[in-house]
């Protein structure tokens, strides 16, 4: 079999694929409250990644980095908060894939992470260790946020735009860290197909 990357679209496909096999789907809930769980959840992995940084960073007085961390560790956070947001956007068909597109001037067809990291790369980013923890994680949690308001207001172009504010962000602070997002999403990806059902946890 060809070993080749996998799309964004193909990762959004499988990621579902393997989250309904594993019972996360398996809730009689309204969408809207299946999406609340699951944007909720998604800001669990974002803390996960905050956890890896308080851990293992020396932080200054005024809370910006100062020392080595678990790089591959903080990745994979990132990666987890894709996978959870790809399975959304399976599952409700969602055009977040042509709205990244649309953003960074790019064919939806051939959309790849890495194509999307190695086109964000040389923002502000680059220089990790001279940004503040609290607002680089806070580029991640606020499209969330205003994902959530967008679902209260029945906004379906902002939720829309704010998710792929989401894979482009994650995207530009993996390239700052030096880590591929292209490669640790098919790792994670692979790692779940062999999973417990709901990961031995209730929902």
């Not at 579902?16 to 699951?38: H, R, V």
């Not at 580029?139 to 207001?153: G, T």
């Not at 704010?162 to 962000?169: G, K």
Request: charged share 30%; glycine share 8%; aromatic share 8%.
């Amino acid at each position: 079999m060809e070993n080749r990357e996998m799309s964004l679209n193909e990762m959004i496909a499988v990621s579902n694929e393997i989250s309904k096999k594993n019972g996360f789907w398996d809730d009689n809930l309204q969408p809207k409250y299946y999406m609340a769980t699951k944007l909720a959840l998604i800001l669990t992995e974002v803390d996960e990644a905050r956890e890896i940084l308080e851990n293992d960073i020396l932080l200054r007085g005024d809370g910006e980095f100062d020392g080595e961390f678990d790089v591959q560790g903080f990745g994979e956070e990132l990666a987890d908060v894709l996978i959870r947001l790809f399975d959304l956007i399976g599952q409700y068909h969602l055009d977040v894939p042509d709205r990244v597109a649309k953003v960074l001037g790019l064919d939806t067809g051939g959309l790849y992470l890495g194509q999307i990291q190695n086109l964000v790369r040389g923002d502000p980013y680059e220089n990790f260790s001279e940004v503040c923890l609290d607002t680089w994680l806070m580029d991640i949690v606020s499209p969330i946020a205003k994902c959530v308001q967008a679902l209260r207001k029945e906004e379906d172009s902002v939720l829309i735009e704010n998710m792929a504010q989401i894979v482009i962000r994650i995207c530009l602070i993996a390239g700052g860290v030096g880590v591929n997002m292209q490669d640790l999403v098919e790792q994670k990806i692979e790692k779940n197909r062999s999973r417990p059902y709901k990961h031995g946890r209730s929902f």
